[in-house]
Nanobody
Framework: QVQLVESGGGLVQPGGSLRLSCAAS????????MGWYRQAPGEERKLVAT???????NYSDSVKGRFTISRDNAKNTVYLQMNSLKPEDTAVYYC?????????WGQGTQVTVSS
């Protein structure tokens, strides 16, 4: 079992920045993938970015060039630096952790981009 604790959401004006963090704990093996998904009201949950334990990254087209995913393997923590935020980035952001065919989700953190 793996537990995920997210932090860093909040309210920010358009053009602003936020940094999300997600710390994983529990039965963690060295090879895994961590990532972020988001869900806006009335929409399905969608990929934002993922990063493997060897630091290969993948981004959705909507956030490329604005968001950066990174991780600290020693701390089992993944980060999402979000710059140039837009109102359409407003959503609940969920941390995701995958290993050995199992997937785990965080509780979600609200990001609201509004003036």
């Amino acid at each position: 079992q793996v537990q995920l604790v997210e932090s860093g959401g909040g309210l920010v004006q358009p053009g602003g920045s936020l940094r999300l963090s997600c710390a994983a704990s529990g039965r963690i093996i060295r090879i895994n993938t961590m990532g972020w998904y988001r869900q806006a009201p009335g929409e399905e949950r969608k990929l934002v970015a993922t990063i493997t334990s060897s630091r290969n990254t993948n981004y959705s087209d909507s956030v490329k060039g604005r968001f950066t995913i990174s991780r600290d393997n020693a701390k089992n923590t993944v980060y999402l630096q979000m710059n140039s935020l837009k109102p359409e980035d407003t959503a609940v952001y969920y941390c995701n952790f995958g290993q050995l065919g199992f997937t785990y989700w965080g509780q979600g953190t609200q990001v609201t981009v509004s003036s």
